[in-house]
């Protein structure tokens, strides 16, 4: 099998268009400086004063109210409020729709203030006045009120007065209660199909970004500890391009999976090419991940500061799925999640390039001396993931609530390699089948755990499965020595 490396000509245009990406990285870190220096006529800076205000709210609730008719309510309140002492209130819009922002997550109060409400609108149940719900793996919680009088309503006035509330709703009417006034506080099934439905999705995600750890880690043998960096870098584009430059939603996409696929191959031909002639050991290039994992954290914080940035992008209503309430964005995620896994499996398995590679990962030189050019697919893999972690950053940012930090790709460095080692190092269908295993129980956990501690869990499946199973699911016992 003979897999030649690309023709001069495009291998040309690979390399302007490295160059081009590191143009336009020192062209974002300049705007972004400018932008920070611009000020307002107070004197204050603009770019500041947004800040200051996204780090105030990285996470939200939110949700959209409507009468029996579908008309929206305008100028309802709601709160939330914590144990520590957070307290903020929000105020339905003309659309009907209301967000508040809390600090971090946790567990918060929702409470309507019922008299607020407009007259003749009631709340169906009066017990969901005010209900606890939780943020943890996703940044946006979605919260519905039903209003209407119950089906079984009975007048509450004295008997010789006649029933003034409007009529039990029916039909149609009966759309506007959800699963989302049910859950957490009615019953333990509810929270868990909730938790396991978000921890399924999570997984989705965390897949794309472990099922390229573990294909360079077959080809080269390499332990990527900067491939958070590559998410990272895919969730800052997406940021740059939507919110700095204001693009169109499938503009921003294409430049961001264009510019994440060029940033993979970045790494491959300016630093572990170059390291791989030299013959460098796997304990140096181990090292020069590490450094290379801290130089490009640093770099992201210059580039868009210490803060959570939020993206103006619309995420889409709240959807009920039986007695879990998830919103559009998570939808959308899975679903593109779903469907680029799907074409990683036919690439692996049916592809001339794909079988190479499989090849390369169970004996490289092997598979030299069979006539495949080792090198050709060294790159290409270090391009698959750099276009997969990039799509795993863009989306990840999407699904936790349209914000981006410069370390949010290291903040789940250690759910992707959990997720590696447990399905088996070298395998990428064993890395799928991994993230999907710490996805849901990371997510599930939270209902016994507090979510700030969710991701220890992953450090403790990670410990028991060097100690039982080093190997991993679908990984193969191999003789050391």
Do not use: C
């Not at 400086?33 to 107070?42: E, I, K, L, R, V």
């Not at 949700?63 to 105020?91: L, N, Q």
């Not at 009966?174 to 999570?202: D, H, K, V, Y």
């Not at 050019?373 to 993931?385: L, Y």
């Amino acid at each position: 099998m003979n897999t030649a490396g690309p023709a001069p000509l495009v291998r040309n245009a690979i390399q302007w268009g490295g160059a081009l990406l590191l143009a336009l990285l020192l062209t974002l870190g300049l705007g972004m400086a400018t932008a920070t220096a611009a000020t307002d006529h107070d004197g204050k800076t603009v770019a500041s004063i947004q800040q200051t205000e996204e780090e105030e709210s990285p996470y939200s609730f939110q949700g959209s109210m409507r009468d029996s008719d579908r008309e929206p309510i305008v100028g309802v309140e709601v709160t939330v409020t914590d144990e520590s002492g957070f307290s903020e209130t929000g105020t339905t819009d003309e659309s009907g729709e209301w967000s508040v922002g809390v600090p971090t997550p946790g567990t918060y109060t929702v409470t309507l203030n019922v008299d607020s409400l407009p007259d003749g609108i009631t709340l169906r149940d009066p017990a969901h006045e005010s209900r606890e719900f939780e943020i943890a793996t996703t940044a946006q919680q979605g919260v519905l009120f039903a209003f209407g009088d119950p089906p079984s309503a009975q007048p509450t006035s004295d008997p010789g007065e006649s029933e003034t509330g409007s009529e039990t709703p029916t039909g149609d009417d009966s759309e506007t209660e959800t699963a989302a006034e049910q859950p957490r506080g009615q019953g333990f099934m509810a929270a868990l199909t909730q938790r396991a439905i978000n921890g399924l999705f999570f997984g989705l995600l965390l897949a794309l970004g472990a099922i390229g750890i573990t294909l360079i880690y077959g080809t080269t043998g390499v332990s990527n500890f900067a491939h958070g960096e590559l998410l990272t870098f895919g969730g800052i584009v997406f940021y740059a391009t939507t919110t700095l430059f204001s693009l169109p939603i499938v503009a921003a996409i294409a430049i961001t999976l264009v510019a994440s696929t060029v940033f993979g191959w970045l790494h491959d031909f300016a630093l572990f090419k170059p390291l791989r002639k030299r013959r460098v050991g796997m304990v140096q290039l181990l090292i020069v991940t590490i450094g290379l994992s801290i130089a490009l954290r640093y770099f992201f914080q210059f580039l868009i500061g210490g803060g959570t940035q939020q993206l103006s992008i619309n995420r889409g209503a709240a959807i009920a799925i039986g007695p879990a309430n998830i919103s559009t964005s998570v939808l959308i995620a899975a679903g593109i999640s779903v469907i680029v896994l799907a074409g990683v499996a036919y690439f692996l398995t049916r592809t001339r390039m794909g079988k190479a590679t499989r090849a390369v990962s169970d004996n490289a030189s092997l598979a030299s001396a069979s006539g495949i050019n080792v090198d050709s697919v060294i790159r290409t893999v270090w391009i698959v993931a750099g276009f997969l972690t990039g799509l795993a950053g863009l989306l990840y940012t999407y699904f936790i609530g349209g914000a981006i930090r410069w370390d949010t790709g290291f903040s789940i460095m250690l759910l992707l390699f959990a997720a590696v080692t447990l399905g088996g190092l070298g395998s990428a269908f064993g890395a799928l089948v991994g993230a999907l295993f710490i996805g849901l129980v990371t997510e599930i956990s939270t209902l016994w755990l507090p979510a700030d501690i969710r991701y220890a869990v992953a450090l403790g499946i990670l410990i028991l499965v060097l100690l039982f199973r080093p190997q991993g699911i679908l990984g193969r016992k191999e003789r050391v020595g």
